[in-house]
């Protein structure tokens, strides 16, 4: 689908992406390079569980994810 990150602090840093939406998933993860494209600041690093039952070190930040298609319009943490 079709999605739009921003940056919380800086309203007019956003990017245009595609997206896959994992109905099991309990959080939102995006490519690090899209964090830094827009200017979206660190605010934790934890570690995530992955399939398989691996877990990986992941740096979490607060930004804005538009989903058009589905009318979702929300800040939330992003993984990355």
């Known amino acids: 689908v079709e999605v ?9 840093n956003r990017v245009q992406a595609r997206g896959l939406i994992d109905t099991g998933s309990s959080v939102v993860c995006i490519d690090r390079r899209l964090a830094l494209q ?8 934890t570690q995530v569980l992955v399939a398989g039952g ?3 070190t992941s740096t ?3 930004g804005r994810l538009v989903v058009p298609q589905l009318k979702f319009d929300d800040i939330i ?3 990355a």
């Not at 200017?39 to 934790?44: D, P, S, T």
């Open 4 to 12: 739009e990150l921003a940056s919380v602090r800086l309203p007019g």
């Open 38 to 45: 827009i200017g979206l600041r660190a605010q934790n690093i």
């Open 54 to 56: 691996g877990e990986v």
């Open 60 to 62: 979490v930040y607060s």
């Open 77 to 79: 943490r992003l993984y």
